[in-house]
Nanobody, 121 residues
Framework: QVQLVEYGGGLVQAGGSLRLSCEAS????????MYWYRQVPGKERELVAS???????NYGDSVKGRFSISRDVPKDTLYLQMNSLKPEDTAVYYC???????????????WGRGTQVTVSS
């Protein structure tokens, strides 16, 4: 089982920057890919960025060139560096894992509880 806790959300002005982190604990050896999602109340959860076991990254079209995902495997920590923030980036940001340990992590993945990011104009 893996537990995830997000940090770093807050209020920032448009054009500013914010760095989110996600600390994983438990059976972290099972983690393969990690993801950042975001969600506005009443809307579908949206994939923001992903990073796999060998460090390959992908980004949603709306954040390409502005956001950067990275992972410190020894520290069990995922990061999202957000630059040139826009009001449209306002959302709850969630950390998510894929896990591949049939006995230790049979559910196959975990979600954090989210951290609020608010971008003012």
């Amino acid at each position: 089982q893996v537990q995830l806790v997000e940090y770093g959300g807050g209020l920032v002005q448009a054009g500013g920057s914010l760095r989110l982190s996600c600390e994983a604990s438990g059976d972290t050896i099972c983690i393969t890919a990690m993801y950042w999602y975001r969600q506005v109340p009443g809307k579908e959860r949206e994939l923001v960025a992903s990073i796999d076991e060998v460090g390959r990254t992908n980004y949603g079209d709306s954040v390409k060139g502005r956001f950067s995902i990275s992972r410190d495997v020894p520290k069990d920590t995922l990061y999202l560096q957000m630059n040139s923030l826009k009001p449209e980036d306002t959302a709850v940001y969630y950390c998510k894992t894929d896990e591949n340990c049939p006995l230790l992590a049979p559910e196959g993945g975990s979600w954090g509880r989210g951290t609020q990011v608010t971008v003012s104009s």
